[in-house]
């Protein structure tokens, strides 16, 4: 019997691509365009490699690509260039892992908590600059910021994440409450968090409910000089109104680690407030994390291609020609 062929876009841990290695024959994409290849340039790619299996990390998976003999599109990331329905009507299973691994998020929420609320991005580019002591005003003024312990933590949507920064938090001497209508220990209102929390954390998913959750009447309803930290998704604020708090000192900062389509114009006028930290989905950035979703990826396609159901499939799980 003919062995699959995967065509493997990212860079995959070495004992990940090993195992991928013992089920398939393996093709590996070489300069790799850093936002991921588009849906032409891919399909150009299997057409090239002959490939019925694919792992990718944030390229575009559509009409072009899925038009062709492919069986299995096996997703680093999370599938959102993927067209899922085209997915299901050509028979293409397409596997991701949703879970994300709760303690890195929660471990970067909490980096961006110190770096907002105590200026040190601001403080860092200073010194390297020579530019620590300038002026009539010390830097221990000038960087003045928030000591967390007393504080009160808000979070909103309190899941496998939320929790994780829940202890963290209160390990910090902090007073945590949270917001989730799906959870009955988070017991205070939206409205309710917002007059309280000193900071809040965003930590629900994109549904039709949460989809812009916080405006501008959010924002307005933060205390004054509050943090506001958003290590979920972009689509969960608007980006203006948020610019608008932070602008007229209604908030005294935001970490951001997220964006629409997570990329953001250097033009924006996010990236020119000093009272911002900004990282490119970081969350799950660990090396922890990308081995363990990698071999849950791979392990998966080796069961699909022995003809088994794979633990994380979000299209419908079609059978792979000449799986036993």
């Known amino acids: 019997m003919t062995r699959p062929r995967a065509l493997v876009l990212p860079i995959l841990p070495e004992r990940a691509l090993a195992r991928l290695g013992e089920v398939a024959d393996l093709a590996l994409a070489s300069d790799r365009p850093s936002v991921g290849f588009t849906d032409e340039q891919l399909a150009d790619l299997v057409v090239e490699t002959g490939?019925?299996?694919?792992?990718?990390?944030?390229?575009?998976?559509?009409?072009?690509?899925?038009?062709?003999?492919?069986q299995v599109v096996a997703s680093m990331a999370a599938p959102t260039g993927i067209d899922l329905e085209l997915a299901a009507e050509h028979g293409v299973t397409v596997l991701h892992a949703a879970d994300r691994d709760s303690e890195a998020v929660a471990e970067l929420t909490i980096a961006l908590l110190f770096a907002v609320g105590r200026n040190l991005v601001t403080a860092d580019r200073e010194v390297r600059r020579g530019r620590g002591y300038r002026g009539r005003m010390p830097p221990a003024q000038r960087h003045r910021g928030m000591r967390l312990s007393g504080r009160t933590f808000g979070i909103v949507g309190l899941g496998r994440v939320g929790r994780a920064v829940r202890w963290r938090c209160?390990?910090?001497?902090?007073?945590?409450?949270?917001?989730?209508?799906?959870?009955?220990?988070?017991?205070?209102?939206?409205p309710a968090l917002l007059a309280e929390a000193d900071v809040i954390s965003l930590h629900t998913p994109v549904t039709g409910e949460t989809r812009g959750l916080f405006g501008s009447a959010e924002f307005a309803a933060m205390r004054p000089g509050s943090i506001y930290l958003n290590t979920a998704r972009g689509a969960l604020h608007d980006l203006t109104a948020l610019v608008e708090a932070l602008r007229d000192g209604q908030l005294g900062g935001a970490g951001?680690?997220?964006?629409?389509?997570?990329?953001?114009?250097?033009?924006?006028?996010?990236?020119?407030l000093p009272n911002v930290v900004l990282t490119p989905h970081l969350g799950e950035a660990t090396g922890e994390s990308h081995e363990e979703h990698a071999e849950m990826?791979?392990?998966?396609?080796?069961?699909?291609?022995?003809?088994?159901?794979?633990?994380?499939?979000c299209a419908p799980v079609m059978p792979v020609a000449g799986s036993a």
Not at 51 to 70: I, K, N, Q, Y
């Open 51 to 70: 490939a019925t299996v694919l792992v990718t990390d944030g390229d575009e998976v559509r009409a072009s690509v899925l038009s062709l003999p492919v």
């Open 170 to 190: 209160e390990g910090l001497g902090m007073r945590v409450i949270a917001c989730d209508p799906y959870v009955e220990e988070a017991a205070h209102s939206l």
């Open 256 to 272: 951001i680690d997220h964006f629409e389509g997570e990329w953001l114009d250097p033009a924006h006028p996010l990236t020119r």
């Open 297 to 313: 990826i791979v392990e998966d396609i080796a069961r699909l291609l022995r003809g088994e159901e794979p633990a994380h499939a």
